[in-house]
Nanobody
Framework: QVQLVESGGGLVQAGGSLRLSCAASGRTFGGYSMGWFRQAPGKEREFVAAINWSGSRKYAAGSVQGRVTISRDNAKNTMYLQMNSMRPEDTALYYC?????????????????WGQGTQVTVSS
């Protein structure tokens, strides 16, 4: 198993930036594909970005493309989500997820391991 802990959330003004981190412990981090998801109050959890095991492949949802960068440092067992030009609609609880494998996954159902989430609030 792998345990995931998110950090870096907080309150930011529209147009500002945040960098979320997801620290993993347990099994070999490099053997996992990783993703970020978010859930706003009253809405379903939605995909934000994903990265494959090596970091060579990345994909972001259309709603955040051009504003977010997903990355990982396998030596530090940590994944990151840099968010820029933030909007009030980015307000949500942000989760990181992990799945053993070599591919990149955008479907939340493909992930077996989840963190507890970190709250991001963007004020207008």
């Amino acid at each position: 198993q792998v345990q995931l802990v998110e950090s870096g959330g907080g309150l930011v003004q529209a147009g500002g930036s945040l960098r979320l981190s997801c620290a993993a412990s347990g099994r070999t981090f490099g053997g996992y594909s990783m993703g970020w998801f978010r859930q706003a109050p009253g809405k379903e959890r939605e995909f934000v970005a994903a990265i494959n095991w090596s970091g060579s492949r990345k994909y972001a949802a259309g709603s955040v493309q051009g504003r977010v960068t997903i990355s990982r440092d396998n030596a530090k067992n940590t994944m990151y989500l840099q968010m820029n030009s933030m909007r009030p609609e980015d307000t949500a609880l942000y989760y990181c997820a992990a799945q053993p494998g070599w591919n990149l996954y955008t479907d939340s159902g493909r992930y077996d391991y989840w963190g507890q989430g970190t709250q991001v609030t963007v004020s207008s």
